[in-house]
């Protein structure tokens, strides 16, 4: 035990508050096993394997099948392992007797589970950490070196070996993580105390499955601190409801914008807090903005198809707006899965030659699924049939399922870092917005998911010219307005080689733009932060990322004003202000509207 847990142990560590203190914890972990069987004795859940089991199952199947079908192979191995735990405990006994040794293996100095000093300091937890490190390379060398699996099957692999690794780190346990070790020793066990019981409460929240709080809701309303854009809804059917903002300029761009967001998600990662609000600086610029909001659907629209999206969404917007302002065309923006569905649409107007769209952005979408990332992990023919079966039971696929594998691309930051602070060190988060939204989850109709992601991600038909949407073949070629295509570098769900790959297959002129960070922050970038920065480069034609990014240009700061001034060049006409809903759509309701509010 280093000097500083010995320091605080004995100046604040009191027993009889402790043994309370533990008591107490474990009448909290009592409420929280309450809260998890309660739906289940009262029949509202039934407990049955995961699917996911099954195929962890299959999947490590092949890998061992490789290691265990030779005897020198699987004793090469086996020598392997423990030639680094001779090495390892080698280097620790030297330690011990007051010798300089080198570690046997290190953290990545980016790895902030161990960044407190005392994984370094502490021989036990030194140990500890290199014991861990050593195993999780073992583990990974194994599915690398598996020779004669497919690469799906290989991927899978390195997913769920990456996840169990993540989830048996020894930063999650209290006596092996000693920055939870010094908490519970200078508390008495208090931390424990306020960790078990937002662990109850957690649970309960999730009605018998645990919701992790990444984020304190109790300042963070939709339409009272954050989605607060003056506007009013103006029309609205079973899927969506259509929010035009009120004008802050005194003239306006003549074409509208018409955003499509992901139905993944609610609209308001648009609008969140005023100063980090893209609608709101859209306003600010002088662009009359439109924006679909999604409804949050239950089994009643369980039968809605990637058609009725279309029709009920961007088409159904496009006529309202037209009736709204007179103005037939629109530039358009879609955001991630809004953005496919923008893309899909976009191809069907050019199959019908109907002309509606001025231009199309595209915010960390895709249209191409060939690079499609750590996503393709939960898609193949089996994974997709038994969601299916699922989702034909209750109609829809609840948000929290997606929620959590979006949460399991990056699991140590958006998972194991909460269940750290919350229930270890007793923490309860703060008021983000971001995060916030990120737990507001959505429901998706069965007919629509099983569509999206057979078509997209499966069998990758939009971008091959054999995709049928309302009974029209779609080709995306045949596309050729002016298209602004944002990527974000360090996306985990649309990456940028993917989207980069993509651009190639419309037929009109597109500017390809990568953003700093990810899927999120690097779209919610507004130019006042000062943050990240994007690159641009005309050569989109056959070129890797790597490649391309080598002879880009880099900007600081936002691509918001660079988007702003692609869209003024394409038509820079302005017209007096339009009030909102005193044309031909009456104002519903105000803004943000009644289905954003609707949670899972």
């Not at 424990?192 to 662990?199: C, D, H, I, T």
């Not at 733009?513 to 919610?524: D, K, N, R, T």
């Not at 990240?532 to 900007?555: M, P, S």
């Amino acid at each position: 035990m280093s000097d500083v847990t010995q320091t605080q142990a004995t100046k604040k560590f009191d027993p009889e508050a402790f043994a309370m203190n533990l008591a107490r914890a474990m009448e909290s972990s009592g409420q929280a096993l309450a809260a998890y069987l309660k739906p289940r004795e009262n029949g509202e859940l039934r407990d049955k394997p995961p699917n996911e089991i099954g195929e962890v199952v299959k999947t490590f199947s092949a890998v061992a099948e490789y290691w265990l079908s030779d005897k020198e192979r699987s004793a090469e191995l086996q020598m392997k392992m423990g030639k680094a735990y001779l090495d390892l405990w080698g280097s620790a006994v030297r330690r011990l007797a007051g010798e300089q040794a080198a570690p046997a293996i290190a953290p990545s100095p980016r790895d902030k589970r161990f960044s407190d000093p005392e994984w370094k300091s502490n021989q036990f937890f030194d140990f500890m950490v290199q014991l861990y490190l050593l195993t999780t390379q073992w583990a990974q060398d194994l599915v690398r070196n598996a020779e004669g699996i497919d690469a799906h099957t290989r991927k899978k692999a390195e997913f769920y070996v990456q996840q169990i690794a993540n989830a048996l780190a020894p930063s999650n346990f209290v006596l092996t993580n000693p920055e939870v070790l010094r908490e519970t020793l200078a508390s008495s066990g208090d931390n424990l105390v306020r960790g078990m019981k937002m662990l109850a409460e957690d649970i309960e929240a999730g009605q018998g499955t645990l919701r992790i709080r990444q984020s304190d809701p109790s300042n963070l309303v939709v339409g009272v601190n954050i989605a607060t854009t003056p506007g009013k809804v103006i029309f609205q059917n079973e899927l969506m409801q259509l929010i035009q903002y009120q004008p802050a300029t005194e003239n306006v761009l003549r074409t509208p914008l018409l955003i499509v967001p992901p139905w993944i998600n609610k609209f308001y990662i648009l609008d969140l807090k005023p100063e980090k609000s893209f609608i709101k600086w859209c306003v600010d610029q002088g662009v009359t903005v439109f924006v679909i909001s999604w409804v949050n659907p239950d089994r009643t629209l369980g039968a809605k198809t990637f058609d009725d999206y279309m029709r009920e969404g961007p088409l159904a917007a496009m006529d309202a707006i037209e009736r709204a302002t007179g103005e037939l065309k629109v530039h358009t923006m879609g955001y991630c899965v809004g953005g496919t569905l923008l893309a899909s649409t976009l191809a069907w107007l050019a199959e019908k030659r109907r002309v509606r769209v001025t231009s199309a952005t595209f915010l960390a979408a895709q249209v191409d699924f060939t690079h499609a990332g750590d996503l393709l992990v939960f898609v193949d023919e089996d994974q997709i049939s038994a969601l299916e079966r699922d989702m034909q039971a209750s109609g829809v696929l609840e948000g929290s399922k997606m929620a959590m594998a979006f949460n399991m691309l990056r699991s140590n930051d958006l998972i194991w870092s909460y269940v750290v602070s919350n229930y270890l060190k007793g923490k309860p988060p703060s008021s983000f917005d971001l995060l916030h939204w990120n737990s507001d989850a959505t429901r998706m109709p069965a007919a629509n998911h099983s569509y999206y992601l057979r078509n997209c991600y499966l069998e990758n038909r939009l971008s091959a010219g054999s995709m049928v949407l309302d009974n029209t073949l779609l080709d995306l070629s045949k596309v050729r307005v002016p298209i602004y295509n944002l990527a974000t570098r360090e996306d985990h769900i649309a990456p940028a080689d993917s989207v980069l790959y993509g651009s190639q297959f419309f037929g009109g002129p597109v500017k390809y733009v990568l953003s700093g960070s990810g899927h999120i922050a690097g779209v919610v970038n507004p130019p006042s932060s000062g943050k990240y920065q994007f690159w641009t480069n005309d050569n989109i034609r056959d070129v890797a990322l790597a490649d391309w990014l080598k002879g880009a240009q880099e900007h600081k700061g936002s691509w918001w004003p660079d988007w702003r001034e692609w869209l003024a060049g394409i038509d820079a006409e302005e017209v007096p202000a339009r009030e909102v809903g005193t044309g031909a759509l009456p104002a519903i309701e105000d803004a943000p509207g009644s289905y954003v509010r609707v949670r899972a």
